[in-house]
């Protein structure tokens, strides 16, 4: 999941520093999977902030900038907009629109839970806070009947290869699956140390596609002909599972 937060009045920093820029919403799932033929989901949602909100919800491509609105995505979720006193729990339905998505390999959208904190909270210590509006997305993988494999072993269908570039490496991952490859951490190990990739927001590497990830702080000369990159991939339960690849400069 990734969140977006939008300050209220104050600077973000001032924000941070104040609320810690802890999540407020809590979901049952940190995934969802629509197989072809489902039809409705529900998601279980808990407030964990010592106020009140207002919730608004919807599904889109992802753009973190796009208008509920403008969204174009197959699916309705019901509440759209709901309030959530505090500690309390609520059900939320996400329900397939239905819509010709292709059938040969995984698609993806990303469900928005958008939460709107009380302007003015009066009570301490609250009200010497920092409010803000925080945006959570969620990933929703469509998923086909007719798909060839599984998820599980979609990472059996991945390899490597370093990029060279002006400044050094990139790493290119190439995925022959028909899933999509949600990475939590990606890194090249050699001997003496570990060269993390570029954490992003985003860390999904699309079906039957190359995707290059930044290499910060490697030169030529620092890798050896050959070396190993350690890739920590989400599974469907959003577990973490750690494989090992090699790749050659």
Same mark, same amino acid.
């Given at each position: 999941?990734?969140?977006?937060?939008?300050?209220?009045?104050?600077?973000?920093? *001032?924000?941070?520093? %104040?609320?810690?820029?802890?999540?407020?919403?809590? /979901?049952? !799932?940190?995934?969802?999977?629509? &197989? $072809?033929?489902?039809?409705?989901?529900?998601?279980?949602?808990?407030?964990?902030?010592?106020?009140?909100?207002?919730?608004?919800?919807?599904?889109?491509?992802?753009?973190?900038?796009?208008?509920?609105?403008?969204?174009?995505?197959?699916?309705?979720?019901?509440?759209?907009?709901?309030? *959530?006193?505090?500690? %309390?729990?609520?059900?939320?339905?996400?329900?397939? /629109?239905? !819509?010709?998505?292709?059938?040969? &390999? $995984?698609?993806?959208f990303w469900l928005n839970l958008y939460e709107i904190p009380p302007s003015q909270p009066t009570t301490p210590p609250l009200a010497s806070r920092v409010t803000l509006a925080m945006n959570t997305q969620m990933k929703i993988f469509y998923r086909p009947k007719a798909l060839k494999g599984n998820a599980e072993n979609a990472a059996e269908a991945v390899s490597f290869t370093l990029q060279k570039t002006p400044g050094g490496y990139l790493l290119r991952c190439h995925n022959r699956s028909a899933f999509y490859l949600s990475f939590a951490r990606i890194a090249v190990k050699t001997d003496r140390r570990d060269y993390p990739v570029r954490q992003e927001s985003d860390m999904m590497t699309a079906p039957f596609s190359m995707r290059d990830y930044h290499l910060d702080g490697v030169t030529a000369p620092t890798l050896p002909s050959q070396v190993t990159v350690q890739a920590t991939l989400i599974n469907d339960q959003g577990q973490q599972i750690v494989k090992s690849y090699t790749a050659n400069p």
């Open positions: 999941m990734r969140k977006k937060y939008l300050t209220m009045g104050c600077a973000l920093l *001032l924000a941070l520093a %104040a609320m810690g820029a802890q999540a407020g919403i809590i /979901a049952s !799932a940190t995934r969802m999977i629509f &197989r $072809e033929g489902d039809t409705e989901k529900t998601l279980m949602l808990l407030n964990t902030n010592g106020y009140p909100i207002v919730a608004q919800t919807w599904v889109d491509n992802g753009d973190v900038n796009a208008a509920p609105e403008l969204s174009r995505a197959p699916f309705v979720t019901l509440p759209s907009v709901f309030a *959530l006193p505090p500690s %309390a729990l609520k059900g939320l339905r996400i329900l397939f /629109a239905g !819509a010709a998505l292709p059938t040969d &390999r $995984e698609s993806v």
